[in-house]
């Protein structure tokens, strides 16, 4: 960590190209990644959570909904 704040900027140049791992007493403390990397991860964990979603949706049990009234119900029909 004291490195880290002495190279700041350093390692903000490092993070535009891979993961700066900040460690505290030899163990790993926080992560460095540019704005572009975080946002790709932030966008992958929201698709994650969407597919973990539907995933509980789908695997919730109930009665089934015929088609023709799901086509009835939403105006199709």
Do not use: C
């Not at 539907?54 to 199709?76: C, R, S, T, Y």
């Amino acid at each position: 960590m004291s490195e880290g704040r002495e190279r700041l900027a350093e390692m903000v140049d490092v993070a535009r190209s891979e993961a700066v791992v900040f460690e505290r007493y030899g163990r790993p403390a926080a992560v460095l990644v540019s704005a572009e990397r975080y946002e790709q991860l932030m966008e992958a964990l929201e698709e994650a959570e969407d597919v973990a979603a539907f995933d509980a949706a789908m695997a919730e049990e109930g009665g089934n909904i015929p088609w023709e009234q799901v086509k009835h119900d939403l105006g199709w029909t």
